[in-house]
């Protein structure tokens, strides 16, 4: 079992940055890929609006954003304190959502994907 922990999350005004952290503990073994998605609150699959990825980052460092995303996110990590970091810069008010971290672990032949509990980021005026 792997545990993550969220935090960084808040209140910022548009333009403003914020950076997220993203702790991992117990069997943290042969974790892949780490990434952060977000969900508009209230939203649910029922409503179309499912959790969209928003960046990832391999264990080589491989990094992947959404478009949306690009130029004002960067994900980074930190293997020795099995950490990850998501800074946000130049945010708006549509990047308002909760943010959950996951991980892919691979234990052969299965993949376990496991989940933060989310932290609120609020973009407002």
């Known amino acids: 079992q792997v545990q993550l922990v969220e935090s960084g999350g808040g209140l910022v005004q548009p333009g403003g940055s914020l950076r997220l952290s993203c702790a991992a503990s117990g069997s943290i073994f042969s974790i892949n890929i780490m990434s952060w998605y977000r969900q508009v609150q209230g939203s649910s699959a029922s409503s179309g609006k499912q959790?969209?990825?928003?960046?990832?980052?391999?264990?080589?460092?491989?990094?992947n954003y959404a478009d949306s995303v690009k130029g004002r996110f960067t994900i980074s990590r930190d293997n020795a304190k099995n950490t990850v970091y998501l800074q946000m810069n130049s945010l708006k008010p549509e990047d308002t959502a909760v943010y959950y971290c996951k991980a892919d672990q691979l234990v052969v032949p299965t993949v376990y994907h496991y989940w933060g509990q989310g932290t609120q980021v609020t973009v407002s005026s």
């Open positions: 959790r969209e990825l928003v960046a990832a980052i391999t264990s080589g460092g491989s990094t």
